[in-house]
């Protein structure tokens, strides 16, 4: 899977690779044009905040095989019952909310196959906004593990985030815990579990990607 070993996401070495290119063409022009030393400290300062965007953390999953983890860094913004669409069910949603300040590598909830993928165009509300799960550009995963239970987790667009990255398709096999996406620049991520799932976790609590524990199977 990619970005199992960089420090930096791959999809940022681009942003990283040009910020940095302005920084050294002005620290160069400075020597000729004095106020270009303040371009090039604004230009590093930005290079400096693209590297920290795009960190790429290793993280350790929980030993309990039952144990659903978050797919992201953020913060519980919604936490009830909803009807998930695809799959025709009622189910438990939780939605995380991710900031700029937050890693944005999204990691796999469960282990399983994807039964099924999805992707919707949409809006770009603001992702706090619960009309975000419905109308805004999403990409999403139902994922199976071996004992027949059914998840699904959506990678939602935001205001600002208009770029989904999701590495895997329909027949996939996914490891609890690895990478499989990104959104780049704030975002949100949905979670949809199956109601016999005991809940670990509240509105406001913080998560970490593939070490936070959202539910636990029966």
Not at 4 to 20: D, R
Not at 83 to 109: A, D, Q, W, Y
Not at 130 to 149: C, H, K, M, P, Y
Request: charged content about 20%; some cysteine.
């Amino acid at each position: 899977m990619r970005n199992e070993k960089s420090p930096i996401a791959v999809e940022g070495i681009p942003f990283l690779a040009g910020t940095g290119l302005v920084t050294v063409v002005l620290v160069l022009l400075a020597g000729a044009i004095p106020f270009c030393w303040i371009f090039a400290l604004v230009s590093l300062i930005l290079t400096g905040f693209v590297a920290f965007f795009f960190r790429n953390p290793v993280r350790n999953a929980p030993a309990d095989d039952r144990a659903i983890i978050a797919p992201a860094d953020g913060v519980v913004i919604y936490l009830g019952p909803a009807r998930e669409e695809h799959l025709g069910e009622e189910m438990t949603k939780i939605s995380i909310f991710m900031s700029v300040f937050n890693v944005h590598i999204n990691r796999v909830p469960m282990t399983g196959t994807v039964e099924d993928s999805f992707y919707v165009k949409g809006k770009f509300l603001d992702v706090r906004d619960q009309r975000a799960s419905f109308e805004n550009e999403q990409s999403g995963l139902i994922v199976r593990n071996d004992r027949g239970t059914r998840i699904v987790v959506v990678q939602v667009a935001g205001l600002i985030a208009r770029r989904i990255v999701c590495y895997v398709t329909k027949g996939d096999r996914l490891v609890r815990g690895k990478r499989y996406g990104l959104i780049r620049f704030g975002s949100r991520l949905d979670v949809y579990l199956p109601r016999e799932v005991a809940v670990q976790v509240k509105m406001g609590d913080k998560t970490i990607a593939g070490e936070t524990i959202l539910g636990l199977l029966p």
